[in-house]
């Protein structure tokens, strides 16, 4: 009982620590929404440009002898023959691979006539807390949306059981480290234990390791890079941000505010943003309905290839 006390104690300082401070994605202060490749190259402020300036998204396999530990990306998800799908879902293999991501990471069609007016729906920083998770699956079943939920390492550890949750609602599990800091700056064996270990501890619960890499900050650097492909992930930031991560609680009019912010930079192949946030619980089925209004459609992650070209 002492034990259930203090890790919801644990649990509560946690949550309150994070959502305290703005302990989101982009980096304090920037006024950038999207560091999108362009930032890998350039200057923009909010990802990984301290010495990292070669575009390697588009080459994420290591210069060095670690070649032969590279997953084959663009086939199904690792560990995908453990799996164990809800029953309702068709199985990844079922679904085809209509879609790859590009530099910018947009999702784009293969092929000419495949919809290239979709969306890619993400959402960081859980799992935290059921309500918040039950309220934005059944928003997204609602509009028959799949999304990437990027989730903690160590917030799965304190709460296995809302990891099984999102995945048994249909969630698509994606990696965002273990303990949210910035990697790009870490040794190789460093930001392997914190993507390894979440790598490990979702295939645990889930039967799947995840497909997908995004790192805390936007700030992968080459070696988150070079780490993601290792474990056959694809790796990516963001296009549009939907700057729920600057927002507080006694704002107003934080829906409207959430919903310009994403149209204002709404493009087709749009990787939208997003976090397990209440007031983005509560906005979503504006933004979906939005959205469909002006004629997109939501891309489901798994026929997303999973090598950037
Ligand atoms: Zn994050």
Known sequence: M??????????????????????EDPVQGSTATAPAAAAEVTAAPTEDTAGTVAPSASSPAPEDGTKATIAPAASAAPGSSTATPPSSEPAAAEIPLLYHMNKNYDIVPNEEGTDKKVVLLTFDDGPKEA????????????????????????????????????????????????????????????????????????KEITGEAPAFFRPPHGAGGDVGKQVAAENGMLYMTW???????????????????????????????????????????????????????????????????????
């Open 2 to 23: 002492g034990k259930a006390i203090s890790a919801l104690l644990l649990a509560t300082l946690l949550l309150s620590a994070c959502s305290g401070n703005n302990d």
């Open 239 to 309: 296009s549009v941000g939907s700057l729920d991560w600057e927002m507080k609680e006694k704002d107003t009019a934080k829906t409207e505010t959430l919903v310009k912010n994403v149209t204002d930079q709404l493009h087709s192949g749009s990787n939208i943003l997003m976090h397990e946030l209440p007031w983005t619980t509560q906005a979503l089925d504006t933004l979906l309905t939005t959205l469909e209004g002006k004629g997109y459609s939501f891309v489901d992650p798994r026929s997303i290839e999973l090598k950037q070209r």
């Open 131 to 202: 309500e918040m998770i039950n309220a934005l699956m059944d928003t997204l079943d609602k509009h028959q949306a799949k999304a990437i939920f990027f989730v903690n390492g160590y917030r799965v550890k304190e709460h296995p059981e809302l990891l099984k949750l999102l995945h048994e609602r249909g969630g698509i599990i994606g990696n965002h480290s273990w303990d949210h800091i910035v990697l790009k700056d870490k040794s190789y064996a460093e930001v392997q234990k914190q993507i390894g270990d979440v790598q490990t501890i979702v």
